[in-house]
Each structure stands twice: as structure tokens, then as C-alpha cells.
């Protein structure tokens, strides 16, 4: 049996890699569990430009990687793996994963957001083959096209201003005529001259063959429908920011939960003793990297105390 961990987290983004610094740092024996990158999704972001104390705006996949040698340095153990299951009712919980099962007497769940898909056939065919949902990842190979991006939060509008930076033109195509964008993000796009819209509208239809070659664009209040292809007769390029879903499909009947998020107190804690939840996965009213990172701290300092009292 391998051994048992003070702590468990699940989830390296900011959330996570907070709550391993700090459990570390307070001599808990403490792994960190993540099947991806650090950062999550913080790492598909450009440029971090509103975390207080970094003037010089970073990207998001290097801030990732400090807090993990952060974490590590203090003595945090990193394990790169998939979860199967979790079963967290016990007084020591168990998390078995593609290498094994690992037990705690505490788990923090820091397993964040997944990006929402659009719900039309083929999406998941030309996942990768004209279908993005990280600009860090697939901007650069986009240099002096026409992409698209879909949505109209601060994801998409920054994410949009950020390809323009390989793309010559960006269409962004929002389903109502206003963004939800903080108004300085707006600001920002409207001034870029190869920022573009299409207002009223959202995607209808994909079709390629082996990638994505069109897609059909409805708008909402006309009803007419476009079909749109590449200018220069290549594959499409189309990212997606229409928002995020909670990763809680592994938890879903174990824990309280209000419309798939996770519902703590301000100690982080969830409806099962021993095991918090801090970041995006749970009910509250910003998600933000500072909120994610704060929660962490409190999640890991919650952890500690639930430790010491049940000794
Ligand atoms: P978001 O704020 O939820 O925005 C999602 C956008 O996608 C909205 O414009 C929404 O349209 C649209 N949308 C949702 N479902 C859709 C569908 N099925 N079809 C077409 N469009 C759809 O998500 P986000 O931009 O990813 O941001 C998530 C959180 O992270 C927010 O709290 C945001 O403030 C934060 N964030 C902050 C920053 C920053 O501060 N710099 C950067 C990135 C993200 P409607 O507007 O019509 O609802």
C-alpha cells in the first residue's frame, strides 16, 4: 500500500499549486496530483496582466511553472496522472489514479474548469484540426491568416487581441450585439484595426473532411445564415472561449454541489469532513488566478487546523 499523505490535492493550477506551497510549507505531507500542465488553464492565457505585483504582464503557462517550483521547493511531491476514482467519505480518503492508488487524511479538490463546447455535430472531430481552445498553444500557427474566435468574455476578447499579434484579421463572433468583456478589454479591441466582429450570430454547422474547412454561421436576429471558409482556400482556424464547465464528474453524487459547482464555506470546506475544494470548481462570485490562489491558502490552512483536531 503506498503511504498515507496528510494531504491529497487534486489539481495543480493556481488553486492547487497555492494550497501545495502553503501545505507544504506548514510540514504536511503533501502530493499534488495532475494529469496536464501546471497552471491549468491559467498556462492557455498570453499575458497575465491583473495579478497584483507583476507589472510586466506574464504568460500564463510560465507563472504556472513558478508556482510549481515554488510548491516543489517547499516540499510539495508532484504526481503527473489521470484520477479514476475517488472515494472521500472515509477518514482516510483514497484516490486511485493510472499509477495507483494514493490515501490522505485530507484532500483539497482543485480541479478547475474545462472549456464549454458548442454543442454542434463534429466539434470533437476537428478538435485540433481547426478547432482550438488555447491561443497559446495553436496561435503561432495562424501567422498572416483570418482565425476566428468565438465568445464575447474577457477570455475571448483578450484571446482575440492576442492572435492578432500572428493572424492579419480576427473575426470575433459574439451571439449578442454587446460583449460581456470588461469595458478596458473592449476598449482594447475595438481600437485593434484586425479585430473584426460578427454580431447576433453563433455557429450552426462544421464541415471538413479532414479538418476543418467551413463552418455555417447563423444570425439570430435575421436568421440568415453564412457560410464562412478560409480567405485563402486553407483549413479553418477557429478558437473557441464561450466559457468553462466545473470538472466535478468524479464527485457528482458525493458531495453538496450547486449546478456542478462545489459549495464550501470560507474555510474552503465541502459537505464531506477532511476534504476542501478551492479555485473555479467551487460557488463564488470571481474567477480570478488571485481568487484561486487565495482560496488555495485558505484550503491548505483549513487542512492543517482539520489535522490538528482530529490528531
Ligand atoms: P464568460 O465570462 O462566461 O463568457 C463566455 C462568453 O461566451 C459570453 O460572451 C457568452 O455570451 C458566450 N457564450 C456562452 N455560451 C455560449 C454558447 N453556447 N454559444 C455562443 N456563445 C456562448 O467566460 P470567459 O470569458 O471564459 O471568462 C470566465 C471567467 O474568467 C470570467 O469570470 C472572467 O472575468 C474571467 N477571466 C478574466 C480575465 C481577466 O480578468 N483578464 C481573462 C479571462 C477570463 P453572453 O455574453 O451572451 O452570455
Same mark, same amino acid.
Given at each position: 500500500?503506498?503511504?498515507? +499523505? ?15 506551497? +502553503?501545505?507544504? *510549507? ?44 515554488? #510548491? ?6 508532484? =504526481?503527473? !496522472?489521470? &484520477? @479514476?476514482?475517488?472515494? =472521500? ?13 494514493? +490515501?490522505?487524511?485530507?484532500?483539497? @479538490?482543485?480541479?478547475? $474548469?474545462?472549456? *464549454? ?13 481547426? /478547432? !482550438? ?14 482565425? +476566428? &474566435? ?5 477570455? #475571448? ?5 492576442? /492572435? ?17 468583456? #470588461? ?32 463552418? &455555417? ?32 464528474? /468524479? ?15 470560507? $474555510? ?17 462570485? =470571481?474567477?480570478?488566478? &488571485?481568487? #484561486? ?13 482539520? =489535522?490538528?483536531?482530529?490528531?
Amino acid at each position: 500500500m503506498n503511504k498515507t +499523505y496528510d494531504v491529497i490535492i487534486i489539481g495543480a493550477g493556481p488553486a492547487g499549486l497555492s494550497a501545495g506551497l +502553503y501545505a507544504a *510549507r506548514a510540514k504536511l505531507s503533501t502530493l499534488i496530483i495532475e494529469k496536464g500542465i501546471d497552471g491549468g488553464q491559467m498556462s492557455g492565457t498570453q499575458e497575465i496582466a491583473n495579478y497584483p505585483g507583476i507589472d510586466d504582464p506574464i504568460a500564463g503557462m510560465i507563472l504556472g511553472m513558478k508556482m510549481a517550483n515554488q #510548491a516543489k521547493e517547499f516540499g510539495a511531491e508532484k =504526481l503527473l !496522472s489521470d &484520477v @479514476l476514482k475517488m472515494k =472521500l467519505d472515509g477518514e482516510i480518503k483514497e484516490i486511485e489514479t493510472l499509477d495507483g492508488t494514493f +490515501y490522505a487524511k485530507a484532500v483539497i @479538490l482543485t480541479m478547475g $474548469n474545462k472549456p *464549454r463546447p458548442i454543442g454542434v455535430e463534429n466539434e470533437e472531430k476537428f478538435q485540433g484540426r481547426g /478547432l !482550438s481552445y488555447c491561443v497559446t498553444c495553436d496561435g503561432a500557427f495562424y501567422q498572416d491568416r483570418h482565425v +476566428y &474566435v468565438i465568445g464575447g468574455g474577457d477570455a #475571448a476578447v483578450e484571446e482575440a487581441i492576442s /492572435l492578432t499579434k500572428f493572424a492579419k484579421k480576427v473575426t470575433i463572433i459574439h451571439r449578442r450585439d454587446e460583449l460581456r468583456a #470588461a469595458k478596458s478589454i473592449q476598449e482594447k479591441a475595438f481600437a485593434n484595426p484586425k479585430v473584426a466582429f460578427m454580431w447576433d450570430s453563433v455557429v450552426e454547422s462544421l464541415h471538413g473532411e479532414k479538418s476543418l474547412e467551413s463552418m &455555417v454561421v447563423k444570425n439570430v436576429k435575421t436568421g440568415e445564415t453564412t457560410t464562412v471558409t478560409d480567405d485563402d482556400g486553407l483549413p479553418l482556424g477557429v478558437f473557441l472561449y464561450i466559457g468553462f464547465l466545473p470538472q466535478t464528474d /468524479l464527485i457528482e453524487n458525493q458531495i453538496n454541489m450547486d449546478r456542478g459547482y462545489i459549495v464550501t464555506d470560507e $474555510n474552503m470546506e465541502t459537505s464531506i469532513k477532511g476534504v476542501y475544494a478551492a479555485g473555479d470548481i467551487r460557488v463564488k462570485p =470571481l474567477r480570478q488566478v &488571485v481568487t #484561486a490562489v487565495s482560496d488555495g491558502a485558505i484550503a491548505a490552512v483549513s487542512v492543517e487546523k482539520y =489535522l490538528e483536531e482530529n490528531k
